[in-house]
């Protein structure tokens, strides 16, 4: 699948904003602590990677009723659905400017991965840092994506191929909107 930006300058995968609000101290702070033990780029963006796959609780794995949407919140809390994971990881991955984008799946409903595109690299790789659990192998790899689950077109299901600078407002309007996570679960999109 060839991955298309929806917005032609790179640096708009460098910005913050309400969501990947990576200027925030506790996104800055999270960013130098995982900087320190990373002597380069794809050193520090695997190892954002695992420490959001990793320490962030999918809400749903634990029965977290909470809802999560900005980075921040969920580096604080340390707990969100796939689209706030993934607000978290690009906000630290752009906190140490790298380039990351916003990207999705459609199976029962819209899932939420990044795409990061690292120094020297000339393609985007997406990587999907949900969380693992029994028969969830998600793994940041640049050689091919691992992502926690393959779509199957004989079952409806896509992958998108837009990369965006900011999450699709359908996605942010039902986290922002949700009065807790089982709300959550009924107005989730469909479709983008």
Not at 24 to 33: M, Q, T
Not at 35 to 57: K, M, Q, W
Not at 110 to 127: I, K, N, S
Not at 140 to 145: I, S
């Amino acid at each position: 699948m060839r991955l298309m930006q929806n917005s032609p300058d790179i640096s708009a995968y460098l910005a913050a904003s309400a969501a990947i609000d990576h200027d925030h101290p506790d996104v800055r702070a999270a960013a130098a602590a995982l900087a320190a033990d990373a002597p380069d780029a794809y050193a520090y963006a695997e190892a954002a990677f695992t420490f959001v796959r990793d320490t962030i609780a999918h809400s749903a794995d634990t029965g977290d009723p909470r809802v999560t949407w900005r980075a921040s919140d969920v580096l604080a809390r340390r707990t969100g659905i796939c689209h706030a994971k993934a607000h978290a990881l690009a906000a630290l991955l752009r906190a140490r400017s790298i380039p990351a984008a916003l990207c999705y799946q459609r199976f029962e409903v819209v899932h939420g991965l990044v795409a990061v595109r690292l120094p020297g690299a000339e393609r985007w790789v997406r990587q999907d840092p949900r969380g693992n659990k029994p028969g969830v192998d998600a793994q940041f790899r640049l050689d091919r994506e691992q992502l926690a689950f393959p779509v199957r077109p004989e079952c409806n299901e896509l992958d998108y191929p837009v990369l965006f600078a900011e999450p699709h407002p359908v996605v942010l309007q039902c986290l922002r909107e949700a009065v807790d996570r089982p709300h959550l679960w009924q107005t989730l999109p469909t479709d983008l």
